[in-house]
């Protein structure tokens, strides 16, 4: 029973900064390790996006639009996911989700409830 909990939205203004986590269980942390993790938003009347990706070796990749204000990373000790947002701009409004990917043998993949991040002034 795997479980992701993200936590860390709220408003902020323009300019600001928020710092998203997304906590594991159900999962061991052989598991965790070997997961891909990503970041994914989506606003409403849009598509979902993928935001950022870090891998079991720690490549990260980020969306256009986020790069060099978006920061992912992951403490494999503690389970956890965290999304790093500076320079928050109001288009960044959106539900943010945390996906853990494993593969295995399969694709496998786990999503959190979402966390809602508001920008706006």
């Known amino acids: 029973q795997v479980q992701l909990v993200e936590s860390g939205g709220g408003l902020v203004q323009p300019g600001g900064s928020l710092r998203l986590s997304c906590a594991a269980s159900g999962v061991s942390g052989s598991s965790f390790r070997g997961a891909f993790m990503n970041w994914y938003r989506q606003a409403p009347g849009k598509e979902r996006e993928l935001v950022a990706t870090t891998t079991s070796i720690g490549t990260t990749t980020y969306a256009d639009s986020v790069k060099g204000r978006f920061t992912i990373s992951r403490d494999n000790a503690k389970n956890t996911l965290y999304l790093q947002m500076n320079s928050l701009k109001p288009e960044d409004t959106a539900v943010y989700y945390c996906?853990?990917?494993?593969?295995?043998?399969?694709?496998?993949?786990?999503w959190g409830q979402g966390t809602q991040v508001t920008v706006s002034s």
């Open positions: 996906n853990l990917r494993l593969v295995i043998l399969t694709v496998q993949d786990y």
